[in-house]
């Protein structure tokens, strides 16, 4: 018993420290047949105790932070400073009627949430989220991701067409062409990672992006011209695909209410929040894998001593942190423009930065490797964001008729 | 039953299901669906063969790959010809564009 | 052969099933999808990692979407009304079931089938991306003219005739 305790102590050191298996010590006092299932039990608990988790608290600094930006206190009832909200948000939507409107497809109506969650929570099972912490190294990990990110748009249709509402079909309509433009963009620009690295598999993307040898700064791609570029191309795509302000069409309130959940009330509705900022996290997670060094610290001296896990979360919280601020910041854009910024805009620069970083790749004169690229992502920026204006030109206005 | 003959029973299940779609619906989007059925039963095919060490290192995968590919080519032919009809003879039931009838 | 492939097997069936015999448009092009998740999950058992979520990616997050864009365009989002199958349904049932017999039953007989040698694991990414650029490089060129041709045709019939009594009201002049 006691040695037990002592392994499972020993395993949440490890974890904590980053040292490698930190698993297999408590594993051998597992008996055999239950070790696959003790395992399985093992990674998923922390995932899904720390991004619920996580989504609680952020609805609450997002709620604190939207109102700072409006003038206003926000939630400060609940707790120290309003920091219990979320429980009692969460409390709220578990005691209330779940109400189904007649008319629904009940069937597809009740699956929709949960095809919804379940793919989002799968999405984390090959985030590597230190050192040693990746609950699966898959060898086809990105993909994996992105292949389980796609089942989220048959989850919004579901859900809006079980509905029988005219707004939930226009909000999921709007939600699906929405996801399918900006996924084209999301994948190519991670794809530069993939050329450059030469592999799928997500912990070596992030081990790849290590402090070089001698070097005070870590590699990480964000410090390159297309990884610049990518970054905030996937950025934005990720912001588009969770339907995050400036992008929330699929719910805009004053024209279809609230969009495809808008027939769906108490825990259900709950699970559809709680999808839709999951699948922001995991969004922002790989984003941070990909190009932001994944569990690396930005300097050498920093690298080893802070375990990886803290970078990782506090990454994450920063890019939290910039959602708010531009829900707080910018309007939400027009259907046309949305289409336009999709095709005209991202589409082409993602393979502009695709030819960057195959530059990158081939070139060695440093002068040529880093100007070659940076000016070729640049020039099509200005190109294809002049192409974005408005055609007809604001000119002093005339007066036909009161002069 | 070992287990290539268990995926091949299948996959010809999977296949006849498809080719009764394909002969029985009235409806041209099932049609298509029932075609899609029916290249995925020859997927699983290819799939089983390869696992059981047919075709070399990878001839299997690749073939399904680009069987892949080219189901998604089709599905947007096939379905943008399933609107066009739609949009001129106002319904998408095989049995009512008939207009070669005479 | 082991209990969680017979069941993906089941699922795959009755989501087969479900897709070209349900009355709803939409619940059979969600049928198919369970079937194809079915199919991916087949193709991870047996040990093919790239095209089992190959499959996930372009069956369910692309091909089923545009199925489901078609039946709402098709305003085939209720429930057929009328006949669900052709007139000549008779014939087409005892084609399909008839060619599916033979099949089954020269599969059931056929003694090539018993293969000893199982592969233990797919190729990895790495050996799938250099046999689809060095030994299949011409197919996948061709396949990406083909997808953009397809992607071009698809847009070009689908987009509005002039003459169509679907096409947009065309404005007033003057």
């Known amino acids: 018993m006691l040695a037990f305790l002592q392994s499972l102590l020993q395993m949440v050191w490890k974890t904590v420290t980053d040292q490698p298996s930190p698993k297999s010590l408590f594993l051998s006092h597992v008996p055999e047949e239950w070790r696959p299932l003790v395992s399985a039990f093992l990674s998923v608990l922390p995932i899904v105790m720390v991004f619920p988790m996580l989504f609680a608290l952020t609805t609450v600094v997002e709620r604190k932070g939207l109102g700072r930006i409006q003038n206003r206190p926000g939630p400060n009832r609940v707790g120290p400073a309003g920091f219990l909200q979320f429980a009692a948000d969460g409390i709220k939507a578990i005691i209330k009627e779940d109400v189904v409107p007649r008319a629904a497809d009940r069937v597809v109506h009740f699956i929709a949430p949960l095809v919804l969650v379940v793919p ?3 999405s984390y099972s090959v985030l590597p989220f230190g050192r040693n912490l990746v609950p699966i190294d898959l060898d086809t990990g990105l993909l994996f991701f992105f292949a389980v990110g796609a089942v989220t748009e048959l989850a919004v249709f579901m859900a809006g067409w079980s509905s029988r509402n005219k707004y939930s079909l226009l909000g999921a309509t709007r939600a699906i062409a929405q996801m399918i433009s900006y996924e084209i963009p999301l994948i190519l620009s991670a794809l530069t990672v993939v050329m450059v690295v030469g592999t799928l598999s997500l912990p070596a993307i992030a081990e790849a992006q290590g402090p070089a040898p001698g070097g005070w700064l870590c590699r990480w791609h964000f410090f ?27 719910e805009g309130e004053s024209e279809i209410i609230a969009g495809y959940y808008l027939e769906y009330s108490g825990f259900k509705f709950a699970l559809f929040f709680l999808g839709e900022y999951l699948g922001l996290f995991a969004a922002s997670g790989l984003g941070i894998t990909l190009f932001l060094g994944g569990w690396h610290a930005p300097f050498a001296f920093l690298e080893g001593w802070i375990p990886g896990w803290v970078w990782f979360l506090g990454k994450l919280v920063a890019l939290i942190l910039l959602f708010i601020w531009v829900r707080g910041t910018l309007p939400r854009v027009r259907m046309d423009q949305l289409m336009n910024f999709a095709w005209k805009f991202m589409l082409p620069l993602t393979l502009v930065n695709m030819l960057g970083a195959g530059l990158w790749h081939f070139l060695t004169n440093p002068i040529a490797r880093w100007g070659l690229p940076a000016v070729l992502i640049g020039g099509a920026y200005v190109v294809l964001g002049r192409g974005l204006m408005p055609r007809s030109r604001v000119g002093p206005r005339v007066y036909r008729y009161a002069d | 039953m070992n287990e290539l003959s268990f995926f091949l029973l299948l996959s010809t299940l999977l296949f006849g299901i498809g080719l009764a ?21 020859a997927n699983l095919n290819f799939i089983a063969f390869w696992r059981h060490g047919a075709g070399g290192e990878s001839a299997g995968l690749m073939f399904v790959l680009f069987s892949i590919a080219v189901a998604a080519a089709e599905a947007a032919v096939g379905l943008a010809l399933v609107i066009a009809v739609y949009r001129r003879f106002r319904t998408a039931h095989l049995d009512r564009v008939d207009t070669l009838k005479g | 052969m082991n209990g969680i492939t017979l069941i993906l097997g089941l699922v795959t069936l009755a989501g087969a099933l479900a897709s070209v015999a349900l009355r709803n448009l939409v619940h059979c092009a969600l049928g198919l999808m369970v079937a194809f998740a079915g199919l991916a999950g087949l193709y991870l058992s047996l040990g093919a990692q790239f095209v089992g979520l190959v499959q996930v990616l372009v069956y369910i997050g692309a091909v089923g979407i545009v199925f489901i864009f078609a039946i709402l365009l098709t305003r085939g989002g209720g429930s057929e009304s009328g006949s669900l199958f052709s007139t000549s349904w008779a014939v087409g049932g005892g084609i399909a079931l008839a060619v599916t017999g033979v099949m089954a039953a020269a599969l059931l007989q056929s003694p090539s089938l018993d293969r000893g040698s199982v592969r233990a694991a797919g190729p990895t990414v790495r050996q799938v991306g250099e046999s689809l650029m060095a030994d299949y490089v011409i197919p ?35």
Do not use: Y
């Open chain 1, 120 to 122: 989002v929570l799968l």
């Open chain 2, 21 to 41: 779609g394909v002969l029985v619906r009235r409806n041209a989007i099932l049609v298509l669906v029932s075609v899609e059925l029916m290249l995925n039963a």
């Open chain 1, 224 to 250: 390159t011209p297309w990884g610049f570029a990518g970054f905030w191309l996937f950025l934005v795509a990720a912001c588009a695909e969770a339907n995050r302000s400036p992008f929330d069409l699929p």
């Open chain 3, 140 to 174: 996948l060129e061709v396949m990406a003219l083909l997808l953009t041709a397809a992607a071009i045709g698809a847009i070009i019939v689908a987009m509005p005739e002039k003459g169509d009594p679907g096409a947009p009201p065309q404005p007033p002049p003057g």
